[in-house]
Structures are given as structure tokens and as C-alpha cells.
């Protein structure tokens, strides 16, 4: 029952200026937007990454969101956060068993964007994590 009033409250909301346009009208069921993007973890991990929220970013994961989210431009999560060099939110990913050797867009995993930026915190963490040294660049 809780699934089908989260999704019926994310069509509704989603789907309601059409709906209007068209003159259909939906009956509500008192759930506000604001609970329906708490009820969405992944993009809300993605807000949490771009803010430096590394305390959210650990609640969202504990909540269920998956930690090998894509984030927009970026690739995975994990290479935003070291990108960004945040390392508690870094921490918190690899704990979610984020995966490690995840590649971007660019070809680079998070080892080679945090040597790249010269960050040896985040650089030992992943290594101790499993980071492949070896792992061909570009690929």
C-alpha cells in the first residue's frame, strides 16, 4: 500500500500541470512534493554530493540510496566526491560498497582523479578500499 501512495503521489504531482491542460482532474491524496523528493534517494544523493553534505549524504545511503548513483556531468558518485575532495562523503560511499574502480565519462576512476588533484588522504583510502593502481588510464 505505501508503494502505490508514493507513486500515485509522484504521478500526481509529476503529471498534474498535463492533466490540467488537458482539463482532467486527479484526486488528491494530501502527500506534498517535499515528501515525495525526500522519498527519492537518488536524486537527492546526487543534491547531497553537489552541496558537500557528507552528514546527508551518509543518511541517504543508510536509507537505501545506491551508492554507484550516476551524478550529471560527473559520472559515479564516488568520483564526484573525490573530485570535490570530500572525503567523509567519499568514506561514506565506499562503506555503501560503492564501487571503487568505477570509471567516467573521461575514463578516469576516482584513484586517478584524487592523484590527479594530488589529495594522498583520499588516494590512501582508496587504495586501502581495493583501488586497482594498476588500472589502465582511459579505458
Sequence with gaps: MKIFVFLSSYFE???NEFFQKCGIKIKSNGVKAEEISAATPAQTLEEALQAGDA??????LEQGA?????????????????????????KALLQAKANVNAV????????????????SE??????????????????
Design 13 to 15: 504531482v509529476v503529471c
Design 122 to 139: 583520499l588516494v590512501q583510502l582508496l587504495v586501502q578500499a581495493g583501488a586497482d593502481v594498476n588500472h589502465p588510464p582511459f579505458d
Design 55 to 60: 552528514a546527508q549524504v551518509k543518511k541517504l
Design 104 to 119: 567516467g565519462p573521461t575514463g578516469l576512476t576516482p584513484l586517478m582523479m584524487s592523484s590527479l588533484l594530488g589529495n
Design 66 to 90: 545506491n551508492p554507484n548513483t550516476e551524478i550529471s556531468g560527473v559520472g559515479p558518485a564516488l568520483l564526484f566526491a573525490c573530485t570535490s575532495q570530500d572525503i567523509k562523503s567519499a
